[in-house]
Nanobody, 126 residues
Framework: QVQLQESGGGLVQPGGSLRVSCAVS????????MGWFRQAPGKEREFVAA????????YYGDSVKGRFTCTRDKGKNTLYLQMNSLKPEDTAVYYC???????????????????WGKGTQVTVSS
């Protein structure tokens, strides 16, 4: 059973940076798609970023392109999300997700993934 543990969330001022991490246990990143979604109160879960299971290609949601960078360290079995130029609208719970059968065209669909972390809160406020 794959388990995902997010860490690194917190409070940051607008314009600041934060890096969240997702440690994977019980499974390997090889051959798996991994991604980040977020959910703010009263809103639907939103796609943030994902890494393809078949290559190192990374995809981003329109609202974070150019500001967020998603990377994975296969040696450490960890996924990262570097968030720069943060805005108040980035405030949400950020979830890490893992899937062994996700095709590229479905990376943005949260229903494509098999396992989820419990999430980490990111709050952008002055």
């Amino acid at each position: 059973q794959v388990q995902l543990q997010e860490s690194g969330g917190g409070l940051v001022q607008p314009g600041g940076s934060l890096r969240v991490s997702c440690a994977v246990s019980g499974g390997t990143l090889n051959g798996a798609a991994m991604g980040w979604f977020r959910q703010a109160p009263g809103k639907e879960r939103e796609f943030v970023a994902a890494v393809s299971r078949t290559s190192d290609a990374t995809y981003y949601g329109d609202s974070v392109k150019g500001r967020f960078t998603c990377t994975r360290d296969k040696g450490k079995n960890t996924l990262y999300l570097q968030m720069n130029s943060l805005k108040p609208e980035d405030t949400a719970v950020y979830y890490c997700t893992f899937g062994r059968r996700v095709i590229t065209s479905q990376l943005e669909n949260h229903r494509s993934y098999d396992f989820w972390g419990k999430g980490t809160q990111v709050t952008v406020s002055s």
